[in-house]
């Protein structure tokens, strides 16, 4: 009767492989997305952008390149238009989207956060997308500050983000 060989080189060579993957895909925002300087200017509106610490999101790129900005809707805004904003950046060149979560105050992944819109919490730019951690609090957060809807990143639209600033938030 034959033994099997046990396969020792290919899992190994299989773990070390998801290990550094699983580090890579958990690697704090803050290594891939640093925060701000304390001069750092949001680029869509020319604010100082570490006044706002409640409000920070950013936006990192593959060549180490970060724009910081005073609120998730400035972030999207320059998102929807790269070529204004950002010329000789693709979308394809992105490599972490981060904001600030409303009670904690930590930096979160900007995909997987639940944003709010139409409460009586207003960003340094007036009405904002307030991005929180999990639905349970997005939800909590609609009902003690009369929100009026609760998105998920793929739900935030560019008309949506534009409508923000007129006091609108049906789109």
Known sequence: MAVAKPLLGPVVGFILLLAAWLAQAAAPLDRLAPPPGPRDLCPV???VVAKYPAWIASVAWKDGHTHHFDGAKDM??????LKKYA???????LRAL???EYY???????TRAFYVIG???????????VPL????DAEEFLKDHRGRRILTYPQVTRGLV??????????
């Open 104 to 110: 904690g105050l930590t930096r979160i992944d900007a």
């Open 45 to 47: 509106c020319g604010m």
């Open 133 to 136: 951690a999990s639905r349970a």
């Open 119 to 129: 409460s009586d919490v207003l960003g340094p730019m007036g009405h904002e997308l």
């Open 87 to 93: 010329p000789g950046h693709e979308a394809a060149d």
């Open 76 to 81: 999207f805004k320059f998102l929807f238009e």
């Open 162 to 171: 534009m409508g923000l600033d007129a006091g609108r938030f049906d789109r």
């Open 98 to 100: 981060a904001v600030t």
